[in-house]
Each structure stands twice: as C-alpha cells, then as structure tokens.
Nanobody, 118 residues
Framework: VQLVESGGGLVQPGGSLRLSCTAS????????MSWYRQAPGKERELVAT????????NIADSVKGRFTISRDSTKNTVYLQMNSLKPEDTAVYYC????????????WGQGTQVTVSS
C-alpha cells in the first residue's frame, strides 16, 4: 500500500497550490480519502474529507471557502486545491485513506510541506 503526496512548496500569501495524492495497493474506490495537516508544535488537524464515491465532502471551518477536495478514480488520485493561502496554512499535509467497514483499512502518506510566506 502506498499513498504518495506531491504539490507542496513555498507560496506567497494569497497564492494557490494543488496537492495530489496517488494511491496504490488497495481498492481506491472503496476508501474515503482525507487530507490532514500538522503545523510545528500543534496537533494533526483534519482539513477535508471526500467519500469513497466522491459524492460527499466535508471541509474544516478554518479553510472553508478556500480549499476544495476532489478525487479521480481513473487515476487513483485525490486532490486538495488550496486558494487564498495564509501563513497559518503552513504545515505538513498528509493524505489518508480510510475504510470503516470490513475489511477495514487506515493508510497514511509521508506528507508534503506547504509553506506560506512572503
């Protein structure tokens, strides 16, 4: 099982980034996908979740209206589009795949750094 994130980097306040997470080794379409983030000295925070079929999303209040989550099952990839970035969005962003019904699964990517700074 692998979750490989990409797309992080350094961006100025007000800028945009799109993170990608490509999955392999499990049935992507059976898993809800989420993005979490963790800033230095802070707990890991759930940012956004999309259902296995892609019909339902949940976005944290802290990023609502600025971030969107989507998935492409033909590419086994989930995306996080981040607009109007703020310095407080600086964190390591992690991709998560989770299936609560049996057979259960809970997988994590290695993380990608996003730094918002002028």
């Amino acid at each position: 099982v692998q979750l490989v994130e990409s797309g992080g980097g350094l961006v100025q306040p007000g800028g945009s980034l799109r993170l990608s997470c490509t999955a392999s080794g499990f049935t992507f379409s059976s898993y809800a996908m989420s993005w979490y983030r963790q800033a230095p000295g802070k707990e890991r925070e759930l940012v956004a979740t999309i259902s296995s079929a892609g019909g339902s999303t949940n976005i944290a209040d802290s990023v609502k209206g600025r971030f969107t989550i989507s998935r492409d099952s033909t590419k086994n990839t989930v995306y996080l589009q981040m607009n109007s970035l703020k310095p407080e969005d600086t964190a390591v962003y992690y991709c998560n795949a989770r299936r609560l019904s049996r057979p259960r699964g809970d997988y994590w990517g290695q993380g990608t750094q996003v730094t918002v700074s002028s």
